[in-house]
């Protein structure tokens, strides 16, 4: 799977379609063999084809879908969980506020989003799943139509690469609260919804992790009809800060500015504190939300961060289904 601090690729540099292309190579080649089945899925789910069976849990399953047979053999009762469906409508909302800009390792935030976009995209175009999208900027949602095929998903990706950099403190009032709202409202059709951005509210220094998000609760909406993956993009130096002396420390999204310095052992220390407390509040928010949560990182191998994850779901997800002791597939 390569070197595991492999940086990603500085797609801003490039042209869209060279920027296309080195993405299909680095996820296609890279993910080949390495994740078997087709919708085994990202993250398989509900559908309406009968699959295992597994034991009844009162006022959870639906009595109506109990399995007769097995019950019988068995004399416990079970149910007939169904598999996913083989088409799925799959949205990827993309943060592209100005926070997103920022990278220390030769690739900023917004572009490693959409490298985790483009892998989605291609392990789901195999399947043949419709395929759709929204950018998230200060100021407005913006809607790009899903369709299937190669095709349709290299024109959804290069619209990503073009879309115009959000210059620092641009004027907006939209949150992403109300983004994910948008998307769980305007797509009635159940299927996979894949959030990207680094999850910061402007103005928000809360790090008790029993204080939800402002986005949590629109979150937890989302995931009541669909399947949701939280992909959480962070550069290193946003969790460990480096020893350079005096640092100016700017918030692209308000007026927040403050020279630290960083050559002081213990300023250090509780910067690196606050940052992983904050961290440590979005991942405990994005569990009690319920949705599958990867956190990329810009100097991390983000091809095989999703590949681990993808292998630990389905992993998972097999020991929840496996057959009752007894009972064939």
């Not at 088409?87 to 943060?95: I, M, S």
């Not at 900023?108 to 999208?133: C, E, N, P, V």
């Not at 349709?152 to 990706?157: C, E, I, N, R, V």
């Amino acid at each position: 799977m390569g070197q595991l601090n492999a940086p990603t690729i500085p797609l801003n540099k490039l042209a869209p379609e060279a920027a296309l292309r080195r993405l299909e190579l680095a996820v296609v080649r890279r993910l080949e063999g390495f994740l078997h089945g087709d919708h085994l899925g990202l993250l398989p789910g509900p559908g309406t084809d009968t699959n295992d069976a597994r034991p009844y849990q009162p006022g959870e399953d639906d009595v109506r879908k109990i399995d007769w047979a097995v019950t019988a053999r068995t004399q416990v009762p079970h149910v007939r969980d169904t598999m996913a469906d083989r088409e799925l409508e799959v949205w990827a909302l993309l943060d592209v506020t100005p926070s997103m800009n920022w990278g220390t390792e030769g690739v900023t935030k917004r572009d490693l989003g959409i490298a985790a976009i483009a892998t989605i995209g291609f392990l789901s175009q195999k399947m043949g799943d419709r395929f759709g999208g929204y950018l998230m900027r200060p100021d407005e949602m913006r809607r790009l139509p899903a369709r299937s095929g190669r095709s349709a998903l290299y024109g959804l990706l290069r619209r990503m690469l073009e879309e115009p950099i959000v210059p620092d403190h641009e004027e907006g009032s939209y949150t992403l609260a109300e983004g994910i709202e948008q998307l769980s409202r305007t797509q009635r059709r159940r299927g996979l919804r894949v959030v990207v951005s680094d999850f910061l509210t402007p103005g928000d220094h809360e790090v008790d992790t029993e204080v939800e998000p402002e986005w949590e609760r629109a979150m937890r909406r989302l995931a009541v009809r669909n399947q949701v993956l939280a992909i959480e993009v962070v550069d290193s130096r946003e969790i460990e800060f480096p020893n350079v002396g005096d640092m100016l420390i700017r918030d692209p999204e308000t007026n927040f500015e403050r020279y630290v310095n960083t050559s002081d052992e213990g300023a250090r220390a509780r910067m690196d504190a606050a940052s992983a407390a904050q961290r440590e509040r979005i991942r405990i928010s994005l569990r009690r939300s319920g949705v599958g949560h990867i956190q990329l990182r810009t100097d991390r191998d983000w091809v095989q961060d999703i590949a681990r994850f993808v292998l630990a779901y389905r992993r998972v997800a097999s020991m929840l289904h496996a057959p009752p002791q007894g009972v064939s597939r």
